[in-house]
């Protein structure tokens, strides 16, 4: 076998035992890799109707087909099981070096199951797998969980681990590798929590062979190509000062900017992903005071820019890789001198500055900066964290909660004093924050007095930073993925944003961004192709730089012949799987809605999103009809046949 591995690791924590399986080609044809191959297993080997916190949920960690090859941007991973946040599929998705490190043990996947009766770590090296006690370890922050067994094992393991968030079984914790990538969504790190897992530790050796390793060198060399074409000094310089003084009034009047590759490289190289925090906040992109108020009026761009791209600069220390990226788009941030004094830490990405941005009413990134490492290093998702507090802020401002809730202290909008407070509350659940350990959705059940209309959530599980009033696809990405309220599920709007049609010879009939009619097609077709960007473990980000030439790239690691017709099929079958696992569950995809608030009901009245209103229903009819499913998002027995998916 060349590119993969053939083989997943079975981890019982009941019994204190392991064993090797292994995997035929047929399966890595069928399903590649990533959660294509975790969604095949669970359906197979996954009892219906567990509890997500309970021994038989299975919990794994998969590499995509192309990770540890030297393929460029394949550095990903994904964590699956059933989630508590959401009682159906759940998958998490974080990059970093963790990832080819699963390969380099010899495998294609770690598979656990059970529950240890106290706290230990999984040790897996390219020669043996240990159970060992991690009793020291329970009640460490992820960061110096990896610190601690750095000095234990040396300096060259990689961990994945859970912080006290995921120890308390708060359903919004995720599991954090490299001191601050994070697998944040569908609460799997509660999962990893009920489990008595706190880390697992790799330290591999084996290198994936590959069939032409010269090939696959040259296909790396043309991804990169646009990378090395980045904008030059002066068109930097242009680009920032337009931004700075003449977007503003384009953006509040609803101008559609589409950045050019150059400036998409090189803000991503420069600031990361907070380059576009400000140029979110203005063109409603991002949510603002817990989706209910109005970038221009309640964050306006001299306080949005303070969060954003050339304002975060002075904080810098040095750039971060993720395993095989040319482009590099991380960074370790520290603050010196401040109340949030914070040391080397990772910079906040996107969706982190939005959430305790705009979403908050926070403008200090310094505040910002704290947060996000006091997310990481508990453990916690930083996007239903800061939904939560929101919400919490909204409930104190109309009086549901108060200061007995809180123990004392007042939440309010633009604080991040009481923020950085309920954080730690939710982390080790106290008080308000064990209702908020659970997320928005639960929580509007247990506070209840109307709450219920602004608790922000899709299907249990809370949205991302992008407003479906300024890009309906969003909306209709949250509620037809298995996995809800999710943003890298594929939503036809990454063209809009700049991105191409990853399958390069495919011409796309764009529609008006508010045209509800003919968005499902667009839609489906992008959908089955992120779900082969996820099981070739590639990141978002590469569909950037210009259509990927997926066929080379499996043909130069793996040594197979495989069209985009036959990966646009692959796309699909792992689609449906995920799908019917949700079915299996109970879980309906009709139950999946967003708020009235986000749809618009009643819109806005003023801002480049206003009069805006969601036909959400219109456009998932539209895209349940373009994969040949009836109305209730059921998948047509035909056609899962055809896709050599059994059905009962």
């Given at each position: ?84 946040l959401t009682g159906g599929w759940g998958d998490a998705n974080s990059g970093g070096s963790f990832s080819p490190e699963i390969k380099k043990c010899g495998f294609d996947g770690i598979f656990i199951r059970g529950a240890a009766a106290e706290p230990v770590y999984l040790y897996v090296t390219g020669d043996k797998v240990e159970i060992r006690d991690a009793g020291h370890l329970w009640g460490l922050d992820t960061v110096q969980t990896e610190e601690r067994l750095a000095v234990e094992l040396g300096s060259g393991i990689k961990v994945a681990s859970i912080g006290p ?140 820019c303070k969060i954003s791209d050339r304002k975060t600069a002075k904080y810098f220390i040095k750039r971060f890789h993720c395993a095989n990226c040319p482009l590099g788009c991380g960074a370790y941030v520290s603050v010196k001198g401040s109340k949030y004094q914070t040391k080397e830490a ?303």
């Amino acid at each position: 076998m060349c590119g993969y591995c053939g083989k997943i690791l079975w981890v019982d924590l009941d019994a204190g035992s392991f064993k090797v399986e292994n995997v035929s080609d047929h399966v890595y044809r069928q399903v590649l890799g990533g959660y294509g191959l975790g969604v095949k297993i669970l359906l197979e080997k996954q009892p219906q109707g567990i509890d997500p916190l309970g021994p038989d949920n299975i919990l794994g960690f998969l590499p995509g087909l192309l990770t540890g090859t030297g393929a460029f941007f394949s550095s990903r991973y994904m964590v699956v099981g059933k989630s508590p946040l959401t009682g159906g599929w759940g998958d998490a998705n974080s990059g970093g070096s963790f990832s080819p490190e699963i390969k380099k043990c010899g495998f294609d996947g770690i598979f656990i199951r059970g529950a240890a009766a106290e706290p230990v770590y999984l040790y897996v090296t390219g020669d043996k797998v240990e159970i060992r006690d991690a009793g020291h370890l329970w009640g460490l922050d992820t960061v110096q969980t990896e610190e601690r067994l750095a000095v234990e094992l040396g300096s060259g393991i990689k961990v994945a681990s859970i912080g006290p968030a995921g120890e308390n079984l708060a359903l919004i914790a995720g599991i954090i590798n490299d001191k601050g990538r994070a697998a944040a969504r569908s609460g799997l790190g509660a999962v990893m929590g009920s489990k008595k897992l706190k880390a697992i530790v790799l330290n591999g050796s084996h290198k994936i062979p590959v069939i032409d390793l010269k090939g696959l060198k040259h296909i790396n060399k043309l991804i990169a190509a646009p990378i090395r074409k980045e904008a030059s000094r002066l068109e930097r310089v242009v680009s920032e000062a337009a931004q700075q003084w003449a977007l503003p009034p384009l953006l509040r009047r609803g101008y559609n900017f589409k950045p050019t590759v150059k400036m998409i490289v090189s803000s991503l190289k420069k600031y990361g992903t907070g380059a576009v925090t400000a140029v979110a906040v203005e063109s409603g992109d991002a949510p603002v005071k817990n989706w209910n108020g109005i970038g221009l009026l309640d964050f306006p761009w001299k306080r949005s820019c303070k969060i954003s791209d050339r304002k975060t600069a002075k904080y810098f220390i040095k750039r971060f890789h993720c395993a095989n990226c040319p482009l590099g788009c991380g960074a370790y941030v520290s603050v010196k001198g401040s109340k949030y004094q914070t040391k080397e830490a990772h910079r906040p990405e996107y969706e982190t500055a939005a959430v305790f941005g705009s979403n908050l009413l926070i403008d200090s990134y310094e505040a910002i900066i704290k947060i996000n490492d006091r997310c990481n290093r508990l453990g916690l998702d930083t996007i239903s964290t800061g939904s939560c507090v929101a919400f919490a802020v909204e409930c104190f401002e109309k009086g549901l909660i108060g200061h007995g809730d809180t123990g004392g202290f007042k939440l309010s909008w633009g604080d991040p004093e009481g923020v950085l407070q309920v954080i730690e509350d939710i982390a080790f659940r106290r008080g308000l924050g064990n209702v908020l350990a659970d997320g928005v959705a639960r929580a509007a059940q247990s506070i209840g007095g109307g709450s219920e209309d602004f608790a922000i959530h899709a299907g249990g599980q809370e949205l991302p930073m992008h407003d479906p009033r300024f890009q309906p696809s969003y909306g209709l990405t949250y509620v037809v993925d298995a996995t809800p309220g999710r943003h890298t599920a594929g939503a036809n709007n990454y063209v809009d944003l700049g991105a191409s049609p990853l399958f390069g010879a495919y011409k796309l009939n764009k529609v008006k961004k508010y045209d509800y009619h003919g968005k499902g097609k667009l839609q489906a077709f992008f959908s089955k192709q992120f779900q082969v960007l996820n099981c070739l473990g590639l990141c978002n980000f590469s569909g950037f730089l210009g259509p990927l030439p997926y066929g080379d790239m499996i043909r130069a690691a793996a040594g197979w012949e495989v069209s985009d017709d036959e990966l646009l099929d692959i796309g699909e079958r792992v689609l449906t799987l995920r799908q019917l696992f949700n079915l299996r569950e109970g879980v309906l995809p009709m139950g999946f809605s967003l708020p009235d608030r986000v749809l618009g009901k009643p819109p806005l009245k003023t801002g480049p999103t206003s009069e805006v209103t969601i036909d959400l229903e219109t456009m998932r009819l539209d895209y349940y009809k373009a994969l040949g499913w009836n109305v209730k998002g059921m998948p047509d027995k035909r056609r899962c046949e055809q896709l050599n998916i059994e059905v009962d």
